[in-house]
Antibody, heavy 121, light 108 residues
Framework: QVQLVQSGSELKKPGASVKVSCKASGYTFTRHAVNWVRQAPGQGLEWMGWIKTDTGNPKYAPGFTGRRLVFSLDTSASTAFLQINSLKAEDTAVYYC?????????????WGKGTTVTVSS | SYVLTQPPSVSVAPGKTAKITCGGNNIETKTVHWYQQKPGQAPVLVIYFDRDRPSGIPERFSGSNSGNTATLTITRVETGDEADYYCQLLDSSDHNWVFGGGTKLTVL
């Protein structure tokens, strides 16, 4: 069946980097863009940006521009990655990947279970 | 950037109808989607294109969009419907995705 499997929880120190993976199965990976969504503890959903899986082109949301955030792909492994550099305490959150609908490209029809990233000294 | 406004909470008795609103400037000209998120779980799409239901979503869930308000309606509410609900759209002016702040549905 169609699913997105994310990597496990991470505990990192401030200033470190983390790379979260999102492995797709059950569909043609390059037909659907992948969104990344952040949810800080007790907060709502926040769109971080997306990556087009056919071209590898990323788009970062206004609040997530800058070089700390990197979206990437390994299309041979049907996997999308989110890397966050120079981690800060406020990066502590659950990070979700989500498949973008192919036809319209304007909603997310399949979500990963989320990866918890905790940043603490 | 476009802003979506949701009430923080809605309460409803079992068996009754819940309406969760999502306000935005002239939102009827845009296409709104809704997600349900139960505690400790990932969001699930419940309504897309204002009013369409993905397979597996009960007919009790419906959506509408008019004027400055989109609405998610849940009829014959069950305790299992307790969750946070988020509206979302893609702002065509800047191609950014926007979420509402979320509404916590409590079934009394």
């Amino acid at each position: 069946q169609v699913q997105l499997v994310q990597s496990g929880s991470e505990l990192k120190k401030p200033g470190a980097s983390v790379k979260v993976s999102c492995k797709a199965s059950g569909y043609t990976f390059t037909r659907h863009a992948v969104n990344w969504v952040r949810q800080a503890p007790g907060q709502g959903l926040e769109w971080m940006g997306w990556i087009k899986t056919d071209t590898g082109n990323p788009k970062y949301a206004p609040g997530f521009t800058g070089r700390r955030l990197v979206f990437s792909l390994d299309t041979s492994a049907s996997t999308a990655f989110l890397q966050i550099n120079s981690l800060k305490a406020e990066d502590t959150a659950v990070y979700y990947c989500a498949r973008v609908d192919y036809g319209s490209g304007i909603f997310m029809d399949v979500w990963g279970k989320g990866t918890t990233v905790t940043v603490s000294s | 950037s476009y802003v979506l406004t949701q009430p923080p909470s809605v309460s409803v008795a079992p068996g009754k109808t819940a309406k969760i609103t999502c306000g935005g400037n002239n939102i009827e000209t845009k296409t709104v989607h809704w997600y349900q998120q139960k505690p400790g779980q990932a969001p699930v799409l419940v309504i897309y294109f204002d009013r369409d239901r993905p397979s597996g979503i009960p007919e009790r869930f419906s959506g509408s969009n008019s004027g400055n308000t989109a609405t998610l309606t849940i009829t014959r509410v069950e305790t299992g419907d307790e969750a946070d609900y988020y509206c979302q759209l893609l702002d065509s002016s800047d191609h950014n995705w926007v979420f509402g702040g979320g509404t916590k549905l409590t079934v009394l």
